[in-house]
């Protein structure tokens, strides 16, 4: 099983629509949690923390489930300019690594 | 420069070549980390630096892999005997802190390296 598990997609979604995506982890331990994006051919960028309490900015709410180990990015009145590919990231206690999912790919239509 | 510079942007291989590639991150960012991400995948964690050592290797695939960061700066990833699984885009990351707490990673365009 991977540590950290997305569904790749792609999600295509017409412009105004809300859209979700899910991301589970393996380990029970992990502490840190973000939300980074990627658009095509270029590097990772930090969308947003997720925190506990769940957090939002803007259009975009990051909630938390530590007893389901899962974390959620949602999205609304989704833009043209959102189309890129979200990639979650866990922190693992006790390490300094990044742990990186497959991403989820994200297509807005006109 | 303001951001985390890799060079080269791109490197074309034979099989069997040793490879260099170059990582200038964040100025006053202590903590510098190594990806590989192959195509439709995220990245995948190799290294890790807090100074100039290093910190956490256990990502590195294999014994052809190797990086330094010999004055806490600038790093570079060494490949050696390369082989055509190796080729991907190698990311660079700083970060301003490191150890216990865990900040924002700051990436490099990549080296988009090719094993013919």
């Known amino acids: 099983r991977k540590e950290v598990e997305q569904d790749p997609g792609p999600f295509n979604v017409p412009e105004g629509a809300t859209v979700a995506f899910n991301c589970t982890y393996s380990?029970?331990?992990?502490?840190?949690f973000f939300w980074y994006r990627q658009d095509c051919r270029k590097e990772p960028k930090l969308l947003m923390s997720?925190?506990?309490s769940g957090n939002e900015d803007g259009r975009f709410t990051a909630q938390l489930n530590r007893a389901s180990q899962y974390i959620s990015l949602l999205i609304r009145d989704s833009k043209l300019s959102d189309s890129a590919t979200y990639l979650c990231?866990?922190?693992?206690?006790?390490?300094?690594?990044?742990?990186f999912g497959t991403g989820t790919r994200l297509k807005v239509l006109a | 420069g303001a951001g985390v510079s890799q060079t080269p942007s791109n490197k074309v291989t034979e099989k069997g070549k040793y490879v260099e590639l170059r990582c200038d991150p964040i100025?006053?960012?202590?903590?510098l980390y190594w990806y590989r991400q192959s195509l439709g995948q995220g990245p995948e964690f190799l290294i890790y630096?807090?100074?100039?050592?290093?910190?956490?290797d256990s990502g590195l695939p294999n014994d052809r892999f190797f990086a330094v960061r010999p004055e806490g700066s600038v790093s570079t990833l060494k490949i050696q005997r390369t082989e055509r699984g190796d080729s991907a885009v190698y990311l660079c990351a700083s970060s301003r802190t490191g150890g216990e707490s865990i900040g924002e990673l700051f990436f490099g365009e990549g080296s988009r390296l090719t094993v013919l």
């Open positions: 990231v866990v922190n693992p206690r006790g390490t300094y690594k990044y742990i």
């Open positions: 380990n029970s331990a992990s502490q840190s």
């Open positions: 630096f807090q100074g100039t050592g290093a910190a956490d």
């Open positions: 997720v925190y506990s």
């Open positions: 100025s006053g960012h202590t903590a």
